[in-house]
């Protein structure tokens, strides 16, 4: 159904949607439940650590635990926009801005308590429970919550409207349409009467987009900048060079078209996780590393370490680590043959070490050094092909992958596009998945690519 007027809009309100003034009040209520869900998953870690520790779940450690933990999370939480109405629709952002308050609030409680010599009253294990315990029921909450919500409101959380001025443009199945012949909605700076008629348009609209021919963006643009509404004017001929915001200098506008995809606080975060991980394995994956290096010097001669140029982060180029797997003499620095399932220069140590992953421990040794991340889109070598063209010329969009350090592994590999890449669409499949994880990044994310990759190390296009 087409709505072209106020009476038509409520009239769609009636029919199945909101009207704005209601989704307002939906997601506020929706936002409080999921903090009180919060809360609750807190006080439910706290009562688990009671409960293993004394056998008793309203014992004080966990009690004091929780009067102490509770509003600093809280006032966390809502600095850092746990609560906001974005986390509604996308509960991995959500997930992790919760998951980081909590870390937050523990260890500002721990210096507190230490400070003020007040440990005693805290037990070391109920702690220690309760806080694995609040993180699996803070992501089982916040799973829950978006269920319901989803099952509520079908992600129809905000009130988008089109204003289509002798434009004829399909607008997205969820957003309200109207045409400004059908309103007498022509925009008129001079004209009090048609200002009036576009405020009824926008009351409690969350966002109005304006589609109109580029001689009127500029009236209309004065229009929205009065309407106290997110205003956007709809440019299809910027679809070219695809702006992701504006700028400025020295008093001039310009077009943003590319930005680091995560800023300094979340790049630390990843890097701690990193760290955090990568050390202690190397520590307990030591005695492997010797055994395969072993095994592959006395398989047969050359270096135990293959060592090839990559593209990294910022399309900079790193030497990237791996067990030798092939022949020495035969070894592809430029990447341009990719193995096949029978390659004739596999070394017998090289098949069971490539059929394993076994080869790509080494690059936990670039993941220490900077080069590289645990997750991130995996580092290809110059030569490599898709089909008979080299990656980049594939697709033009090849080269924004590298906005992020390479990862060992990524999303494209728990999807399964691993192995040689006779065909473009092998590339295709890649890149989407890269692009996709740069666009969403999130620290549950890589966490859930990590345990992901679990399932696919033995991999039937590992060869």
């Known amino acids: 159904m087409k709505l072209d007027t106020p009476v038509a809009m409520s009239r769609q309100a009636r029919s199945g949607r909101s009207a704005p003034s209601e989704l307002q009040s939906l997601r506020l209520r929706l936002c409080l439940l999921v903090l009180i869900v ?69 260890l500002a409680v721990l210096f507190i308590s230490f400070y003020m010599k007040a440990s005693t009253e805290l037990s070391r294990m109920a702690s ?3 806080l694995l315990s609040t993180f699996i029921a803070l992501a089982g909450g916040r799973l829950a919550c978006s269920a ?11 009130y988008d409207l089109m204003i289509r001025d002798g434009v004829e ?17 022509h925009p008129d700076l001079h004209d009090p009467h048609m200002l009036d008629r576009l405020a009824a348009q926008l009351r409690g609209v969350d966002r109005v987009v304006i589609a109109c021919p580029p001689e009127r963006r500029l009236i209309w643009s004065l229009l929205l900048k009065g309407s ?60 492997l590393l010797l055994a395969v290096a072993l095994a592959v010097k006395l398989d047969s001669s050359g270096p135990v370490l293959f060592r090839q140029p990559r593209v990294g982060r910022g399309n900079r180029i790193f030497l990237m680590y791996k067990f030798r797997s092939m022949r020495n003499d035969l070894t592809d620095r430029a990447g341009a043959r990719s193995a096949s399932r029978d390659d004739d220069r596999i070394t017998k140590i090289g098949r069971l070490i490539r059929s394993t992953s076994i080869d790509e421990l080494p690059q936990l040794f670039n993941v220490l050094r900077g080069d590289m991340s645990l997750v991130g889109p995996r580092p290809h070598a110059l030569g490599s092909l898709a089909g008979n063209a080299l990656f980049w010329e594939v697709d033009e969009r090849y080269w924004h992958r590298h906005a992020l350090k390479p990862g060992l592994t990524g999303l494209a590999q728990i999807r399964g596009f691993r192995g040689a890449t006779p065909d473009r669409e092998d590339l295709a499949n890649r890149l989407n998945a890269d692009l996709e994880y740069l666009a969403g990044w999130t620290l549950w994310r890589d966490m859930s690519i990590l345990f992901g990759t679990l399932r696919v190390i033995v991999h039937p296009n590992a060869y």
Do not use: E, Q
């Open 228 to 287: 106290s509404v997110n205003g956007y004017i709809l440019s299809t001929d910027l679809d070219t060079i695809s702006p992701i915001g504006i700028g400025s200098l020295s008093g001039h506008y310009t077009l943003a078209v590319a930005c680091a995809p995560l800023d300094l606080s979340r790049r630390f975060t990843k890097r701690v996780l990193d760290l955090v991980i990568t050390i202690p394995a190397l520590i307990f994956l030591s005695p």
């Open 38 to 106: 919060d809360c609750l998953a807190i006080l439910a870690g706290c009562l688990v650590g009671n409960l293993l520790r004394f056998g008793d779940l309203w014992a004080d450690p966990g009690i004091n635990l929780f009067a102490a933990v509770l509003p600093v999370y809280v006032g966390i939480a809502i600095n850092s926009d746990a609560f906001g109405s974005d986390t509604l629709s996308d509960v991995n952002s959500g997930m992790s801005r919760a998951v980081l308050a909590y870390m937050f609030a523990i």
């Open 148 to 158: 319901y919500i989803k099952r509520k409101t079908g992600m129809h959380l905000f």
């Open 169 to 185: 443009l399909a607008a997205p199945p969820n957003m309200i349409v109207v045409d400004t012949d059908t309103t007498n909605l």
């Open 128 to 130: 220690g429970v309760a």
